[in-house]
């Protein structure tokens, strides 16, 4: 079953704006991952932010995460066309155990 | 990085035929593996938990006699997706899991039945 929600479901800005996805989740997490999946293509891990940790940073990348309000966030400053690409966050229990995947964002960025 | 391979990366099939798609850890054991499948514009979904040398484990709604997964070894599991028909044409992808935090994705298999 889905873990939760990811909002918003797409999100079109220019080239050089920033770019921030929101997930959701329901049940006790071990970490959190996104990753990204360009169109028909497989999974590419972007970052992984573990229960214990409030904020991450990966080149352009910002992953922040409220267990209190079972939230994170993904930020991509300075957006560039090839960002272009589906954003899903995914959870689990425990390290080891399957990832649930929330429903996504699509981001499109315009040159 | 760690490498999981599928095969094959895109398979046409008749109605009612089975197709085998193979998911390898190249470079390391994985005693846990996980299929996914996914429908265009959707996320990914789990299907079943792989473990080596035992039966697998089914999300609720997969059927386990539909899709037979066998996983014999430390670095390959297989999905057979039996009697495909229209409807399961979709994107099925692995991923092996160790007690390690990251888990390795395969490229995917797009399956598309007619």
């Known amino acids: 079953s889905q873990q939760g929600e990811e909002d918003p479901q797409a999100l079109s800005i220019q080239e050089g704006e920033n770019a921030t996805m929101n997930c959701s989740y329901k049940?006790?997490?071990?970490?959190l991952q996104w990753y990204r999946q360009n169109s028909g293509r497989g999974l590419v891990h972007l970052i992984l932010?573990?229960?214990?940790?409030r904020e991450k940073h990966s080149g352009r990348l910002r992953v922040t995460l409220d267990t209190s309000k079972k939230s994170s966030s993904l930020l991509i400053t300075a957006s560039r066309a090839a960002d272009t690409a589906s954003y899903f966050c995914?959870?689990?229990?425990?390290?080891?155990?399957?990832?649930?995947f929330g429903k996504g964002t699509t981001l499109s960025v315009s040159s | 990085g760690a490498v999981v391979s599928q095969h094959p990366s895109w398979v046409i099939c008749k109605s009612g035929t089975s197709v085998k798609i193979e998911c390898r850890s190249l470079?390391?054991?994985?005693?846990?593996m996980f299929w996914y499948r996914q429908f265009p514009k959707q996320s990914l979904m789990l299907m079943a938990t792989?473990?080596?040398?035992?039966?697998?484990?089914?999300e609720q709604g997969v059927e386990k006699d539909k899709f037979l997964i066998n996983h014999a070894s430390l670095t390959l599991s297989t999905l057979t997706v039996t009697s495909a028909h229209p409807e399961d044409s979709s994107f099925y992808i692995c991923?092996?899991?160790?007690?390690?935090?990251?888990?390795?994705f395969g490229p995917g298999t797009r399956l598309l039945v007619l």
């Open positions: 792989s473990n080596e040398g035992s039966k697998a484990t089914y």
């Open positions: 049940t006790s997490i071990n970490n």
């Open positions: 932010i573990r229960s214990n940790e």
């Open positions: 991923s092996a899991g160790s007690k390690a935090e990251t888990q390795y």
């Open positions: 470079d390391f054991q994985a005693t846990t």
């Open positions: 995914a959870t689990n229990a425990q390290a080891g155990t399957a990832l649930i």
